[in-house]
T-cell receptor, first 113, second 115 residues
Framework: DVKVTQSSRYLVKRTGEKVFLECVQD?????MFWYRQDPGLGLRLIYF???????EKGDIPEGYSVSREKKERFSLILESASTNQTSMYLC????????????FGPGTRLTVL | AQTVTQSQPEMSVQEAETVTLSCTYD???????LFWYKQPPSRQMILVIR??????QNATENRFSVNFQKAAKSFSLKISDSQLGDAAMYFC????????????FGTGTRLQVFP
């Protein structure tokens, strides 16, 4: 079974703090994604990566950055957390094939106070 | 740009009954993929069913089937013989066959199943 894990289920940070969210997948997937999930808005793509050290902006990249130094690990970084970044963050991974399924992690619920 | 619309924020169904969740999308592309994902309470999102746009036959996975109407840009999910474990958020998603593997999600439908 594909396994996507995220470093924390719940996280509470203060405004202005630097926040790291880690995601690890164990199936040698090329693609990795970071989404933000908010009620009534669905899932919105923040960043994705299709290979090590490669990244592309999604629909809402402002205030976020990412790092992919190893194939299995994709990190989301909030350089200076703000209250409007309080949300559920979901990581996903997939193979780079024609009808690939994205496999999701359990999510990290981040609260910024 | 492509968009996905789920117009039903909440739906409910009695156990053993059938329910249909709606999804419409907008695209100018002719080749793409459509997905339904399920997110149970406090659990990971999982794929329910997928449909390739070039296939006319509607996809089916056990109790889950879709009604894919390409001309109408409609992709509804039918759940037959509903079970308590079907209670979840359901998301419809679109992926272009060209370019990157990004998914575009709808806003979701929360399905409640009553015994």
């Amino acid at each position: 079974d594909v396994k996507v894990t995220q470093s924390s289920r719940y996280l509470v940070k203060r405004t202005g703090e630097k926040v790291f969210l880690e995601c690890v997948q164990d199936m040698d997937h090329e693609n990795m994604f970071w989404y933000r999930q908010d009620p009534g808005l669905g899932l919105r793509l923040i960043y994705f990566s299709y290979d090590v050290k490669m990244k592309e902006k999604g629909d809402i990249p402002e205030g976020y950055s990412v790092s992919r130094e190893k194939k299995e690990r994709f990190s989301l970084i909030l350089e200076s957390a703000s209250t409007n970044q309080t949300s559920m963050y979901l990581c996903a991974s997939s193979l780079r094939t024609s009808v690939n399924e994205q496999f999701f992690g359990p999510g990290t619920r981040l609260t910024v106070l | 740009a492509q968009t996905v619309t789920q117009s039903q924020p909440e739906m409910s169904v009695q156990e053993a009954e059938t329910v249909t969740l709606s999804c419409t999308y907008d695209t100018s592309e002719s080749d793409y993929y459509l997905f339904w994902y399920k997110q149970p309470p406090s659990r990971q999102m999982i794929l329910v069913i997928r449909q390739e746009a070039y296939k006319q036959q509607n996809a089916t996975e056990n109790r889950f089937s879709v009604n894919f109407q390409k001309a109408a840009k409609s992709f509804s999910l039918k759940i037959s013989d509903s079970q308590l474990g079907d209670a979840a958020m359901y998301f419809c998603a679109y992926r272009s066959a060209l370019g990157t593997d990004k998914l575009i999600f709808g806003t979701g439908t929360r399905l409640q199943v009553f015994p």
